[in-house]
């Protein structure tokens, strides 16, 4: 169950209307998790730079969330460049832009259902 969250500091009109079902369409097979299970928020209008000086310059910072899916280091290393590939080659967004951060979830961290997906998995 991935979470994504994808933050820019651009209006939500100067996106692709359709931005996140790609992008969960191209990151469902790099995480081996299918794309109905994952669940995003895209945030826009962020008062949001690089660096200490406030910027124009599009920015974009990418969150991935996921049970199991970085607890080993090289998935990142693999996935990174593939999904710079989706930003620079799909949604023309330069290279410098973007952030991302990943995150390894337990079990125990996600609860839906009334429960935590650790105690769903054994019911």
């Given at each position: 169950?991935p979470?994504?969250?994808?933050?820019?500091?651009?209006?939500?009109?100067?996106?692709?209307?359709?931005i996140?079902?790609?992008?969960?369409?191209?990151?469902?097979?790099?995480?081996?998790?299918?794309?109905?299970?994952?669940?995003?928020?895209?945030?826009?209008?962020?008062?949001?730079?690089?660096?200490?000086?406030?910027?124009?310059?599009?920015?974009?910072?990418?969150?991935i969330?996921?049970?199991?899916?970085?607890?080993?280091?090289?998935?990142?290393?693999?996935?990174?460049?593939?999904?710079?590939?989706?930003?620079?080659?799909?949604?023309?967004?330069?290279?410098?832009?973007?952030?991302?951060?990943?995150?390894?979830?337990?079990t125990?961290?996600?609860?839906?259902?009334?429960?935590?997906?650790?105690?769903?998995?054994?019911?």
């Amino acid at each position: 169950m991935p979470f994504v969250t994808l933050l820019t500091n651009l209006k939500l009109a100067a996106l692709p209307k359709d931005i996140m079902p790609r992008l969960i369409t191209h990151l469902s097979p790099l995480l081996n998790k299918p794309a109905q299970n994952f669940n995003w928020v895209c945030e826009t209008e962020k008062n949001m730079s690089k660096g200490p000086e406030v910027s124009d310059a599009p920015m974009y910072w990418l969150k991935i969330e996921s049970i199991g899916s970085f607890e080993d280091p090289k998935t990142s290393n693999t996935i990174t460049p593939e999904i710079f590939k989706f930003f620079t080659d799909e949604l023309k967004i330069n290279q410098d832009n973007i952030v991302m951060t990943f995150y390894n979830l337990r079990t125990s961290d996600v609860a839906k259902s009334g429960n935590t997906v650790e105690v769903l998995s054994r019911i």
